[in-house]
């Protein structure tokens, strides 16, 4: 057999072989039926086209697809926080930054009445908390606050004054460290910013050499009037008194 099964068709074929051979003595109660009216040819049974009633326009679902598998928004306090210091402050991000997991316990050992904390460095999200704190400060053994709570606009402008502070104070610490090694002998490598520095200066002596001599050619063609290629004379004369001096001060070496 192929792809089709054509068995089915045969079967009056093969009961009328077994009834002259006798293999059967009558044939069944189809057997005459199925002789007079032929099975079709078409093994695929089309669908028929179902035909609606058109005054009555087919209604659409509206029911909103359950969003019962879907995960729930999760949003924090500390989430507009973050996005308005970061906003304000966006190199913050180019700082570098370790991440260091420990045991999940840090906040049993931070104290966010200051800013300043001894086993993290000082950061954007240290801001954050400290202005969390400012606006729902720890209540005390007589079940009140210990500080009156800030508005979130007004404990953010105090921890952001807090955080100037301590940053400057650490630029202040860094001057003064590396003032007291340069007075000892100590010798410091160029940084990367100085090292960008000084490719970008070379590349603009380039490109301020060639912008020279772009101009110093078009004021040759212009002064030629198109009667030729400018010569050696002639671009001599056109160069500044500083740079022709030079030049022929180089070409009196050469000739010596």
Do not use: C
């Not at 509206?62 to 306090?77: A, N």
């Not at 999940?104 to 202005?131: H, M, T």
């Not at 800030?150 to 955080?163: G, I, K, P, T, V």
């Not at 970008?200 to 380039?206: L, T």
Request: charged share 35%; glycine share 6%; net charge negative.
């Amino acid at each position: 057999m192929g792809r089709y099964d054509f068995r089915p068709q045969r079967v009056h074929q093969k009961i009328t072989s077994l009834l002259a051979t006798q293999r059967i003595e009558r044939p069944p109660g189809w057997y005459e039926v199925v002789g007079s009216i032929a099975p079709s040819q078409m093994l695929v049974r089309t669908q028929p086209i179902q035909h609606g009633d058109a005054s009555r326009p087919r209604k659409r679902s509206t029911k909103k697809p359950s969003r019962l598998f879907q995960p729930i928004q999760i949003t924090y306090e500390e989430d507009e926080m973050r996005k308005t210091f970061f906003t304000d402050h966006p190199w913050e991000l180019a700082r570098p930054r370790l991440v260091i997991e420990g045991d999940g316990r840090d906040y049993e050992r931070v104290d966010w009445s200051r800013i300043r904390q001894e086993f993290r460095p000082l950061d954007g999200e240290a801001v954050v908390q400290r202005q969390r704190w400012l606006m729902n400060p720890p209540k005390g053994p007589d079940g009140r606050p210990i500080q009156e709570p800030l508005s979130q606009d007004l404990a953010y402008d105090q921890a952001r004054e807090e955080f100037y502070a301590e940053r400057l104070q650490e630029d202040e610490e860094r001057d003064v460290a590396k003032e007291e090694a340069l007075a000892t002998g100590a010798q410091f490598r160029m940084t990367t910013m100085d090292v960008a520095m000084q490719l970008e200066s070379e590349q603009h002596e380039k490109w301020k050499g060639w912008a020279y001599e772009e101009d110093r050619m078009e004021s040759l063609r212009v002064s030629s009037g198109g009667m030729g290629s400018p010569t050696a004379q002639d671009s001599e004369s056109l160069l500044p008194d500083d740079l022709a001096g030079d030049d022929e001060d180089r070409s009196d070496d050469e000739n010596a």
